[in-house]
């Protein structure tokens, strides 16, 4: 296990990857984050949207901020089925609801908006092509291994900026190794939300970085292209990687979902 892979027995959950709830007016965000990190990505946008009136909410998925080997225990259906219960949760004390994903959590956003259970979606680095040439052979890898490296160029990168710079664009929790099981299931979960995507007719906003290396690029225009929303937009950035959250943009981005959710109806 990886030094960043240990886990608080008395919880079971990484200090980083706790989720939160931070109450504010009766308009509601639901935040997800991506396939092998956790809550840490998304914190500075919640406290944000919070300090701007926006009750929000992140939610720890299932295998997340646990080990590898947990997370290949999972599924898709499972993280979604936790995403529709937070929305539910939230619609309990918010008159309007909202959901921002990032990368396997912008996939999950789409997915409920095409089931038409929030007012608004935020997709951000959506996952639905990926970058990485070994994906179309993930059945025949998984022959061979069930884990691989997970570090991806935009992380070693940052690594040679020291702990700190790195810490700075993986904020929270993180694995270091990728669970092919659970891979292939967010592999799935991207092909049948490709087909779901004329159902979304709620407000959407897709923000993507064109030099994300984990989900390819072309993914946003795709979104952009299929979804039935009459209200959409796309805004592309530059040197944001794909951890957009946590990228020198943040501040952009976070002011950009505050806009989107004000003017989609959803004024704090």
Excluded at 11 to 32: D, I, N, R, S, Y
Aim: charged share 20%; net charge positive; glycine share 10%.
């Amino acid at each position: 296990m990886q030094a960043n892979e240990r886990f608080e027995p008395q919880t079971g959950v990484a200090p980083g990857a706790e989720p939160f709830f931070l109450p504010a007016g009766k308009t509601g965000c639901l935040l997800l984050h991506g396939f092998t990190a956790s809550t840490g990505q998304l914190r500075e946008m919640g406290e944000y949207l919070a300090a701007q009136g926006i009750t929000t909410r992140g939610i720890l998925l299932a295998g997340h901020g646990t080990t590898p080997e947990d997370l290949n225990t999972r599924r898709w259906p499972e993280w979604n089925a936790q995403a529709e219960a937070a929305v539910k949760d939230l619609r309990k004390i918010c008159d309007r609801v909202f959901v921002a994903g990032l990368s396997m959590g912008g996939t999950l956003a789409l997915h409920l908006g095409a089931h038409q259970l929030v007012d608004g979606v935020v997709a951000m680095a959506a996952a639905l092509f990926f970058a990485d040439r070994r994906m179309p052979f993930l059945p025949l890898v998984l022959l061979f291994t069930q884990y691989m490296d997970g570090a991806t160029e935009e992380a070693r990168a940052l690594a040679k900026g020291g702990p700190q710079a790195a810490a700075v664009a993986y904020p929270g929790f993180n694995y270091t190794r990728v669970p092919l099981r659970a891979m292939k299931s967010l592999v799935e979960f991207t092909k049948h939300l490709k087909g779901e995507l004329p159902q979304i007719q709620a407000p959407t906003l897709i923000v993507q970085s064109r030099d994300d290396t984990t989900v390819a690029p072309r993914s946003a225009r795709y979104i952009y292209d299929h979804i039935g929303a009459a209200s959409k937009s796309l805004k592309w950035l530059d040197g944001a990687g794909h951890v957009i959250t946590a990228s020198p943009l943040r501040a952009d981005i976070n002011r950009a979902v505050v806009d989107f959710i004000k003017t989609a109806g959803g004024g704090a």
